[in-house]
């Protein structure tokens, strides 16, 4: 699967989806940090990547206002690291690609 990393995603989310053989882009190395949301939603749209965010409220809304999208995967904050990504591990192998494309998810 193809994901975009929005700026509030640890570093660590981005080693191991590579590590299970997932292509990463992440927001930092294709646009400005301070790229609005609706700009970063475009772009991953365009792209057709998955997006990665903690940013619940503003993805949400972005989601429910377009027809066609990617997917949007929510990560939740955990009190550990190890936690954020064992959600999001459970998450994929739970719903596999197709449960996750054109979906709204939270890990």
């Not at 190395?29 to 997006?51: C, Q, R």
């Not at 949007?72 to 591990?89: D, F, G, K, S, Y």
Request: proline content about 5%; glycine content about 6%; charged content about 20%.
């Amino acid at each position: 699967m193809k994901f975009f990393l929005d700026h509030d995603i640890p570093e660590d989310i981005a080693l191991l989806l590579r590590h299970w053989g997932h292509e990463v882009t992440r927001l930092r190395d294709v646009l400005p940090i301070s790229t609005p949301d609706p700009d970063a939603w475009a772009y991953a749209g365009t792209h057709g990547l998955l997006v990665i965010t903690c940013n619940r409220a503003h993805f949400l809304a972005l989601a429910n206002a377009t027809a066609v999208y990617p997917g949007l995967i929510v990560l939740n904050r955990c009190r550990t690291r190890q936690a954020e990504r064992a959600h999001l591990l459970g998450l994929l192998r739970r719903s596999g690609e197709q449960g996750l494309l054109n979906n709204i998810n939270f890990a």
